[in-house]
């Protein structure tokens, strides 16, 4: 697979570009971002895949090495100043064990930014949110309706956003000072948890244990859009 001009199904002359890079944590957000890329006069290029992270790193399949080196390769080539990169994966659950992944990581990504940045482009690091690691039921089940109390909730269906956000910053301390150059941005998804009381958090609009229905997806992408990336588009319609 190569990064095609027709990648990605929008595509309007001179306008800049969205890429949306990474696995399914990224791929979550390619309908809203496809929605306000047919709204707005932008090009949106989005390349995921299903447990294959962006950029790539050392421990990953090699086909998937491969092809997302292909990928990273053909951004450089395209990107224009003014264009916008979202990398999106599955951090926390891959990372929070292996510090020396953690490490590569880093490094891999780091580099990634700074030759967008040289080119005039701004990186977005999606940190994906809250993980319900041991709920084995669909999201949905762990909503407080009529019927079902938070009591009599399955096995899974809470988390803790401190512990969350522990872990983070155990995985990525220099997310912070990376994001303090003018080019990076965070999307940090405990930014905008619509699930949780405090440091109470459920899965009710989760589709699995890591993973955001089509709605919460939606939601979250509004709340970035508008708190960071509107500013970053000269606040254009957050259709």
Not at 74 to 95: M, P, Y
Request: with cysteine.
């Amino acid at each position: 697979m190569t990064l095609g001009d027709s990648c990605g199904g929008i595509l309007k002359d001179g306008a800049p570009t969205i890429y949306l890079l990474g696995d399914s944590h990224a791929n979550q957000f390619t309908s809203p971002l496809l929605k306000y890329g047919s709204n707005n006069n932008y090009n949106v290029v989005a390349v995921v895949g299903n447990n294959c992270n962006f950029p790539p790193i050392g421990d990953m399949d090699g086909e998937c090495f491969k092809r997302q080196l292909q990928i990273e390769n053909r951004v450089f080539e395209k990107l224009k100043r003014g264009d916008i990169v979202i990398v999106g994966n599955a951090l926390v659950s891959r990372l929070k064990d292996n510090e020396n992944l953690a490490g590569d990581f880093k490094i891999a990504f780091t580099r990634f930014s700074d030759r967008i940045a040289a080119k005039g482009g701004i990186t977005v690091l999606f940190i994906d949110s809250i993980q319900f690691s041991s709920l084995n039921v669909p999201g949905a089940i762990c909503s407080d309706e009529w019927f079902r109390p938070i009591k009599s909730f399955p096995k899974g269906c809470t988390s803790s956003l401190k512990e969350h956000r522990s872990l983070v910053k155990q995985i990525m301390p220099w997310r912070t000072k990376w994001s303090e150059k003018s080019n990076n941005v965070i999307w940090d998804a405990a930014d905008y948890q619509g699930s949780c009381i405090g440091d109470y958090c459920t899965a009710a609009r989760y589709l699995d244990n890591n993973h955001f229905s089509a709605e919460y997806a939606y939601f979250h992408f509004q709340r970035f859009l508008r708190d960071k990336l509107s500013g970053m588009i000269g606040d254009k319609s957050l259709q």
